[in-house]
């Protein structure tokens, strides 16, 4: 016997699809201004990189999709309370976020020298 209603289970199923969501969604808005050297590649695109699309853009969402909802799910299940769980959540996303920052830094400048303009 389960030991939620239905309407319990589908309105925790919608909080983790909006967390799922909203960790995509942060991980996007991170990810784009750091990326945008390395697709726009600079003067004549001679630093153009598109991995940052096709290899880290998929990870990044991945990640995105997967931390808060994984801490979310786990902590619903140890806490039972559904508001630390969301709490639990955007904390685990803010750190995932806080560390994608730290660790990922795609080519932001354009070669040494480079000043722009003539």
Request: charged share 15%; hydrophobic share 50%.
């Amino acid at each position: 016997m389960s030991r939620t209603s239905g309407a319990h289970a589908q309105g925790t199923e919608t909080v983790g699809r909006v967390i799922a969501g909203v960790g995509a969604t942060a991980g996007v808005l991170v990810w784009v201004p750091r990326a945008a050297f390395s697709i726009d590649g600079g003067f004549e695109g001679h630093a153009r990189d598109l991995s940052v699309i096709y290899v880290d853009l998929p990870l990044i969402v991945l990640g995105g999709i997967l931390v808060p909802l994984t801490a979310w799910t786990l902590t619903r299940r140890w806490a039972r309370r559904p508001w630390v769980a969301a709490l639990v959540a955007v904390a685990a996303l803010a750190l995932g976020l806080w560390g994608l920052t730290e660790w990922w830094t795609p080519r932001q400048d354009p070669d040494p020298g480079y000043r722009g303009g003539l």
